[in-house]
T-cell receptor, first 110, second 111 residues
Framework: QKEVEQNSGPLSVPEGAIASLNCTYS??????FFWYRQYSGKSPELIMF????GDKEDGRFTAQLNKASQYVSLLIRDSQPSDSATYLC??????????FGTGTQLKVEL | DTEVTQTPKHLVMGMTNKKSLKCEQH?????MYWYKQKAKKPPELMFV???????INESVPSRFSPECPNSSLLNLHLHALQPEDSALYLC??????????FGQGTRLTVV
């Protein structure tokens, strides 16, 4: 079982819709969770981080964490073509080891 | 300011060359990371320095040698690389156990 799993996609959504990206993790000791956006040929850019169960909102982005289900998600409201990228889920157990999922490719269509 | 600066942005080296990648941050972060990323794959952790000491080495071949001269700088020394080592090399930094910020990466090609 992979430590961090994501559906590779592509996930296609129309412009203006809500994009829902999901991530599961295997280690129940995981403590902090991150979403990065990566455009082709560029480096990962931090979008959101969440440490506690529940929702965390920042602008058009909402991160959701459910530690009992070992599940973290990212919602993008009012999706724009500029949101088209690969979204990487990353998990930190404790210490400084940050492990990435394989990423989900999001395509926002006009 | 969440800037991590990596140099060079691009590097082409032969298999017998020795080169170094450099990374700098001035955010007061005490954890610094090297990741390797191949095309269409996620970043793969190579090394972590915490408070200028190597804390994680993910069984990386010895032809990759990290160095942390001080709390702001991180180097990756390269020697006798193979073509399969061609990748995007990413440096990141964070406060201890917090969110990590990435530099723009060095695109390495081994010929």
């Amino acid at each position: 079982q992979k430590e961090v799993e994501q559906n590779s996609g592509p996930l296609s959504v129309p412009e203006g819709a809500i994009a829902s990206l999901n991530c599961t993790y295997s280690d129940r000791g995981s403590q902090s969770f991150f979403w990065y956006r990566q455009y082709s040929g560029k480096s990962p850019e931090l979008i959101m981080f969440i440490y506690s169960n529940g929702d965390k909102e920042d602008g058009r982005f909402t991160a959701q964490l459910n530690k009992a289900s070992q599940y973290v998600s990212l919602l993008i409201r009012d999706s724009q073509p500029s949101d088209s990228a690969t979204y990487l889920c990353a998990v930190r157990r404790g210490g400084n080891k940050l492990t990435f999922g394989t990423g989900t490719q999001l395509k926002v269509e006009l | 300011d969440t800037e991590v600066t990596q140099t060079p942005k691009h590097l082409v080296m032969g298999m017998t060359n020795k080169k170094s990648l450099k990374c700098e941050q001035h955010m007061g972060h005490r954890a610094m990371y090297w990741y390797k990323q191949k095309a269409k794959k996620p970043p793969e952790l190579m090394f972590v320095y915490s408070y200028e000491k190597l804390s994680i080495n993910e069984s990386v071949p010895s032809r990759f040698s990290p160095e942390c001269p001080n709390s702001s700088l991180l180097n990756l020394h390269l020697h006798a690389l193979q073509p399969e080592d061609s990748a995007l090399y990413l440096c990141a930094s964070s406060h201890d156990r917090a969110e990590a910020f990435f530099g723009q990466g060095t695109r390495l090609t081994v010929v």
